[in-house]
């Protein structure tokens, strides 16, 4: 399907490349070496050329605006208070007027940029002011050409060999329900149809067998989300978790890989070969039935740590061989930042997911699945809203301007450019920074102690990069689709300074 996308459209990744000449001079930055690709593509023509800090990252204006919302909400999780009608492009405006190039796009969830005309142009249409005015139980009362839309929004780009969707509002709402999915599958599977009188009465006392004790796995590091079956698969912070009872579900080693890859692949074979070994073992010991295998492509709030495609191989055959199904979480990974649109492409799996889960860019929340793990019964999967409409005519829009802009190979081209870079600083200040790693723009790199990581971070911030940490002390990057090789220019000159304030810790 993607495929016929990129043949019919006006923009192809063959066109991309075609634009994508690099450049015949190295750009005068100092230390950085590297050079930028020139590509180009019609984009927004009021962006901003330029950082401009007027005052210290979050100034008084977004002092007094936290202030404003704590009397009511809990704020102290904010880092800037943001003036979004001044906002365009990869620049995002602060209450203070600074003019800051984000890198980081509200934890990687804007697709296109700030106000994009694509998006303002479909959310200001007579389609969408029904929907906001009606906003219907898409369960019981959808529109009546709600199936146009689910076709037209999420066909063009779901991943080979799923054909159905479930929408939702979140990540951790689309994951919760992928577990729920498992767990029917799994049931539906041993009982050989539908449950029975004893099963419904006992499920009314949290007893068995009605409510059987089934597992979901997990990796260490790994990110779900913060609800409450979610958050039983998650395991990046203990501050998410702390207080909070949760299932005892068992979690499988993530691998530690060595960077630069290409300089350390027989550690890292070996590495990934002791997680898949672990990992058979609990499938073979583990106290309950495991039902599903849940796994982020790259773990992105865990510190941005990767696996190599024969390790997800690897994962996906093991938990095939024992009857559970395989869940990639795509919340973070998903559309087009890496490089191809669903991350798990890269891998190349002989058959694919089970079930794959999505959010953020894709601007809905929600999960791809097989036909055949459909429950057999309404009311399985279900809420009052099932998503919300006018977020899947905004994915609709998002992912036609993706396909006819080049910008899945866009992101490939200026990810390579960032990473060639972030590589370059790294021999060049090695006291500070290490372990650069990317696929596609879906970046990171780690400083030499956590204590310098939140520096590093603080002072990129001051000097108009937005920009985010995740792990012990790692520095990641979630751009918009929309960011080009000169932003990344714009990122290396605020960078190399940071790193010459630093250069003597």
Not at 34 to 46: L, N, Y
Request: aromatic share 10%.
């Amino acid at each position: 399907m993607l495929a016929s996308i990129l043949r019919h459209s006006r923009f192809t990744a063959a066109t991309l490349k075609s634009r994508t000449a690099v450049s015949t001079s190295t750009i005068a930055r100092g230390k950085c070496s590297v050079t930028e690709p020139s590509v180009s593509f019609a984009g927004f023509e009021d962006e901003p050329t330029q950082i401009e800090m007027k005052t210290a990252f979050c100034g008084p204006k977004s002092q007094a605006a936290f202030a404003a919302i704590n009397e009511r909400q809990d704020i102290r999780t904010a880092f800037t208070a943001a003036d979004y009608t001044r906002s365009s492009g990869n620049y995002l405006v602060d209450a203070d007027g600074n003019t800051m190039l984000d890198l980081f796009m509200q934890i990687s969830s804007i697709a296109l940029g700030y106000n994009h005309p694509t998006v303002r142009t479909a959310l200001s249409s007579e389609e969408v002011l029904t929907h906001a005015a009606n906003r219907p139980a898409l369960g019981i009362a959808p529109p009546h050409d709600y199936g146009q839309l689910l076709k037209d929004a999420f066909d063009p780009v779901a991943p080979k060999g799923l054909s159905n969707v479930v929408v939702a509002t979140s990540g951790s709402e689309a994951n919760e329900n992928a577990y729920k999915l498992a767990c029917i599958h799994y049931m539906q599977n041993q009982r050989g149809g539908d449950f029975t009188d004893e099963d419904g009465s006992s499920s009314m006392l949290n007893q068995a067998p009605g409510s059987p004790e089934l597992a979901i796995l997990s990796f260490q590091r790994a990110f779900h989300g913060r609800t409450f079956g979610a958050l039983s698969t998650t395991r990046s912070k203990s501050l998410h978790k702390v207080d909070i009872p949760a299932f005892d579900w068992p979690a499988a080693r993530f691998p530690h890989l060595k960077y630069p890859l290409k300089d350390n692949q027989e550690h890292n074979k070996q590495e990934e070969t002791k997680c898949l070994n672990q990992l058979e073992e609990i499938f073979k010991t583990n106290k309950m039935p495991i039902v599903g295998t849940i796994i982020e492509p790259v773990q992105g709030e865990g510190g941005d740590n990767h696996a190599s495609p024969e390790f997800f191989k690897g994962v996906q055959a093991i938990t095939k061989k024992y009857g559970a199904l395989f869940i990639v979480d795509e919340v973070q990974t998903g559309v087009a930042t890496t490089g191809t649109f669903w991350a798990h492409e890269a891998w190349n799996l002989d058959t694919s997911p089970d079930v794959v889960v999505f959010s953020k860019k894709m601007q809905t929340g929600g999960f791809y699945h097989k036909l055949e793990t459909r429950p057999p019964q309404g009311y399985r999967i279900f809420n009052t809203w099932l998503g919300d409409p006018i977020r899947v005519v905004q994915a609709r829009e998002t992912n036609k301007y993706i396909f006819e802009n080049g910008l899945v190979e866009n992101a490939k081209v200026t990810g390579d450019y960032l990473l060639a870079g972030l590589q370059d600083y790294e021999k060049k200040y090695p006291n500070l920074i290490c372990n650069s790693r990317a696929q596609g723009t879906f970046a990171a790199f780690d400083a030499t102690s956590a204590t310098l990581r939140d520096k590093l971070v603080g002072d990129l911030r001051n000097k108009g990069i937005m920009i985010g940490p995740c792990g012990n002390a790692a520095i990641r990057f979630r751009p918009s689709l929309t960011l080009l090789p000169k932003h990344v220019t714009q990122f290396f000159e605020k960078f190399e300074e940071v790193l010459e304030e630093n250069k003597n810790l």
